[in-house]
């Protein structure tokens, strides 16, 4: 099976640190693909681990204090985490002041060059949110879970330290999930499009119409050809990690976070006939709100960040070339068939006592 | 609240007895409507039970045994078993020579004015094959289950003592279950249609390909207007009771067993816009297998009986004048929101920790 | 076939007018039910239209202008209109002053013991908003379309003439389209809950959660027994004539406007066996925004009038006693079967070519 | 983008005919997904065509006369057909004796050997057929329709002179299908597992409980994990090219054929909440008819073969080494879009003249 290396020296092998995603994508995703589980070996022990907690929960603040001790005192392992959770710990005791954290946005910028790991506390949103924070490169994570497992968090948090133990001195396995990059181009007919800076997500991103009382009407087009016109309540364009997630509340299949795919899920579609549709990973996604649309339309990204988009605005979308690797308790499809069991109570029937047609 | 009154006084009075299925259809069904839970109350004392039961099963038969032997000799009650029953009985004890069976065919014919409440001891299937030996009117059932409860079993058998007592006493809640009646045609063009006896379903009837290579491919009328063709794995016509069997497998909607209506639900149909159709009870629907069809097509009633059809065959299909009265555990409602959440774990969802979106 | 009696002497005989309406609503009910086909008859020669149109729309607008003119020359009919309409026709002529109109809120709630008849020029979303406009007995409607034919509206205007020949002579096949009355409870728990008066649908109500980034959590109850919690992005309840509208596009079945039932649907629920529910007309619906609640939801009645709910309000909803009977253009089922087939494309299939397996 | 080099030198030169699917299956599968549309180069002229044919239809036939005719007048092209056609063509004129064509099915196997290039004349069904005469490696399709277009079958007939001008100059776009390799193990508690020859399908194997009136009950593992049990009318594996096929009437998703994936798809299951899966090509599935199983099943391979499974018997199935190269007409998105909307009518909406909610 394949390997992917990994390992931290310090802010000069930065680009070395970043092996798997310094390939190009194509690269990356046979290895995924060709492989029924990728390994992620460390090739120099791991130094450094960014925590990144779930705000406003007492457990998760205990939780974090414990790890950050252990984790320094059993492990020597430098700890980042966020300013705010820097000033909870210190508040906690004076002697968290080894902790590292940053000041401004440039050095979140730079975060992905001086861990060699992430670890989340929290759940699924928890995982999101910290994704959100890697704009290129993404470190492995580990996600704690403090409740019931998630579809991203397969790590119980009472055996933090037996699952550490393990994943620091690795091979560990990982899922790679896709992201999705999204810019959103104001007024498109006209000539001048400065793309900003791409909005990437994990999960999906939506375009619906709000509390508008008009439905959408989308004009939606692959690499150039046109593919349909959603008129509905709206549309999610989704990862495959995210087939769990709004995409399925909206009808669509769940599917495996390794299938290289984009999912084209309608919101409530006007038409008997729209199923939801699979495309390739490799094409661009093109959502037009056309000049003539007489209600709003809103695009909200993992959930958030809501943002009106006006007639004549679009939505362009593609697959982001970092992926974000996350580790497995077992592997990538024992985790994901847990997940649809426990989760979602996926295909789970009453024992049946059913006699059956009576002969 | 609307009250039916049923009682016995012996076979002269058999129109009397039967009075909720003696008036027009359209009058019981308005009784069931117009009120938000029917009671059947007794004029008379009950004197004759008729026990049916599941076979081959051991817990089955020793409960049976108990039953009669209570109901005798606590209740005066007279019993009507099966003959294969009878035996049973006169196995364990010549004591139970004063059960009543029946020799043929035509005595069955005469059990709804001996009878004044069927008990069943199973499960659903035992109740859709009790239901089938009336093809008449019907007398009020008692379902009791012996596992876990069904959509139409709604009484535990460990309690069968308070339950009856009860019941006896009157009076009842009843959920008037529709039937569907159904008459294959042969040769529908030929002239001289002999109508043989319908057979009456309490869940549907289906139509299907079998094993043919084929799809179906059935012209379907609802009072000789076209309604459609269905291409496909086949087609369902279902009462509203029948809604959480076969229709629900086939994507149809859950339906109130009070509701009245006809679920018109196809079986993997080769459209995409092939959304299941409710209509009222009053239609009489007509199935045709096309002369000149390829493949082959089965009818199958409640599960049973599978008949060929050959091209220029048709079925016909309306509501039954006599309903089935189930008594209910609680009310109609209760029972039926019971079942779907017990039998079909309906929105049954993890309790969510679900940390929403982070801000 | 039943046959309902309307007709109009004046303003004395108010009750007798509203033959049809006045009735309990269980007896109305059974009418629809036990026939195939309800007629409506002329008591007396209607007198009095009022015609309710779509604005700015130049071709409703002529249509108007040219019916009315038609209505009062060859039928000798009084005409009643909008005030703003009754200025569009005095711009256009002042010989349109023999048209009438209303002053004030107090005249409307009088005018169903005006009009004869009410004629819709428009589509479905007239249909809607004209019922809106009587909130107790409802004249029968003539819902004429201006484009293609609607759910509601199955009479193309081109030939308005030879219909509305016939139509007023009577007698009229008409679907009776049952309504339900919403009422908006704040602050549950209080004690007082002073009724106001109930906001009337001919579609549905809808509970959503707007551009909340929280999944609505709303319990339901079903005449005070729980029935569920319905998280995810909103709950319709629709009546049958909803049918084929929102709630189809949420996943509901279609069903035929006279069969008696409310449904029950949910909008992307976050549960995988949340499957659509009917439930029987004479049940009261209750759903309850808890007080815990994290999101927000907003209800909205027939798509319009979204108003917010805090948590402890609730919705209450039922049956309302006056239905709208709307004219057919054939039958009932044939008018329903048409726009299922035009309006939806229900099951249409490619005609195939299909060579099925080869052997 | 990728090239595929392709071409013909007679026998010896056997391998390097075959270069893409001599290639490792993760090579190939990798040049499918990291590029947008793979292209066939010829690396010398293509010498030989296969012709397969629907039979008994005139048309085809006549056509298939006019295109030998043509391919070897105009083009200089040897030409291969079945022995069947071969007797047709020499009942025509005996001018045909230069057509090959073979004498046994071990000749079948050498097939891919003397071939460069296989065109199908029918639907479909016929490429289906055709792909299944190919147990290793498949030389490049070029499917004609004489009907309307199939999923498969993107050229029209008419215009064949100028498609097959085209084509045998290359480059040519083609869509690489993958086929599923299925194992029928008997009695797989026993030891002795001889491994029959694979059956392939190019679009699904389904498991289905044929005309019993038990429900199937299929314990399903996914590399040896454990997926679940499927109880209803059976279980459909497909591949991506399958997803517009039946797996689609049972309410899978459809998947672009370049996406590599296994749909996991039940029928009719008996069970809420089982929505359809879909897994990475790299897995291997095995459904296990239990020993204490009630039910017969019956598997049947992309719509044909149909052969029972008795309890204990199992069937195993992976993703198959050698896909099938069919020719683009435009590129794989384009003809797979066009084949939805053309063969589905997919989202097809009646153009709406809603008069949206009246203010």
């Known amino acids: 099976s394949f390997k992917l290396a990994w390992g931290c020296n310090g802010d000069k092998s930065a680009q070395h640190k970043h092996e798997i995603v310094s390939f190009e994508r194509g690269n990356i995703t046979t290895a995924e693909r060709s492989s029924k589980q990728i390994l992620l070996k460390w090739e120099s022990q791991p130094q450094t681990v960014l925590i990144l907690t779930k705000p406003n929960s007492k457990s998760v603040r205990s939780l974090c204090v414990e790890m950050v001790r252990w984790l320094k005192e059993e492990k020597r392992i430098d700890i ?27 050095e979140i910028k730079l975060l992905h060059t ?14 999101l949110w910290a994704a959100s924070m890697f704009k290129g490169p993404v470190p492995p994570f580990i996600p704690f879970s403090l409740g019931s497992l998630g579809f991203m968090t397969p790590f119980q948090s009472e055996n933090y330290r037996e699952y550490l133990d393990t994943i620091l001195k690795g091979p560990i396995s990982i899922t790679l999930r896709h992201r999705l990059q999204c810019h959103v181009i104001r007024d498109s007919a006209k000539d001048d499009q400065d793309m ?3 909005i990437l997500v994990l999960n999906e991103v939506t375009i619906d119409r ?3 009382a008009y ?26 990690s995210g087939s769990t997630a709004y995409s399925l509340a909206a009808g669509g299949s769940m599917v495996h976070p390794q299938v290289p795919g984009i999912l084209f899920t309608p919101i409530c579609p006007h038409s008997l006939s729209f199923r939801p549709l699979i495309l390739p990973e490799y094409v661009t996604l093109r959502v037009q709100v056309p000049f003539n649309s007489r209600g709003q339309a809103w695009a909200s990204f993992d959930g958030k960040d809501r943002m009106q988009l006006a007639p004549g605005d679009a939505l362009l979308c593609s697959m982001a070339p970092w992926p ?36």
Chains 1, 2, 3, 4 share one sequence.
């Open 215 to 240: 439905l959408t009407y989308l004009e939606c087009y692959c690499d150039n050809s046109f593919v349909t016109c959603v008129q509905g309540d709206g549309l999610i364009i989704s990862t495959t």
């Open 196 to 198: 900003e800076e791409p």
């Open 324 to 359: 974000v690797p996350t580790a497995c308790q077992v592997d990538s499809t024992n985790d994901f068939l847990r997940s649809i069991h426990e989760g979602l109570h996926w295909n789970l029937r009453k024992t049946q006592s059913f006699d059956g047609p009576r002969d």
């Open 114 to 127: 001086k861990v060699d790991l992430v670890v989340t506390l929290g759940g699924d949103g928890t995982v």
């Open 80 to 106: 980042f985490v966020e300013p705010r959770v820097k000033i909870e710990l210190l508040t906690e005791s004076s002697n968290f002041s080894f902790v590292h954290s940053w000041e401004n946005d440039d």
């Open 210 to 212: 709000g509390i508008s």
